[in-house]
Nanobody, 115 residues
Framework: QVQLVESGGGLVQAGGSLRLSCVASRTISSFNAMGWYRQAPGKQRELVTT???????NYADSVLGRFTISRDIAKNGVYLQMNSLKPEDTAVYYCGAQTLRYEYWGQGTQVTVSS
């Protein structure tokens, strides 16, 4: 069973920054892709950013230029640096990992951006 543990959420003022961390219970090289997703109240979960096993990165238009995904394979970690945060970034942020057959999710971490 794969576990993904997120941390780093919190309350921040608009314009501020947060860094989210996701640590996997096994080597992240075993996943086809990992990424960050978010779900705001009353809305569906949406993709924020993903990174493939080969290092290809994809961002949602709404975060392009403000958020940066990175990884540390030695630490089994994937990170999300969020800058210039906006109130509309408020959501529960989830770390996800995919193989050919399965998807795995963390428990989520709350990010609240005050105006």
């Amino acid at each position: 069973q794969v576990q993904l543990v997120e941390s780093g959420g919190g309350l921040v003022q608009a314009g501020g920054s947060l860094r989210l961390s996701c640590v996997a219970s096994r080597t992240i090289s075993s996943f086809n892709a990992m990424g960050w997703y978010r779900q705001a109240p009353g809305k569906q979960r949406e993709l924020v950013t993903t990174i493939s096993s080969g290092g290809r990165i994809n961002y949602a238009d709404s975060v392009l230029g403000r958020f940066t995904i990175s990884r540390d394979i030695a630490k089994n970690g994937v990170y999300l640096q969020m800058n210039s945060l906006k109130p509309e970034d408020t959501a529960v942020y989830y770390c996800g990992a995919q193989t050919l057959r399965y998807e795995y999710w963390g428990q989520g971490t709350q990010v609240t951006v005050s105006s």
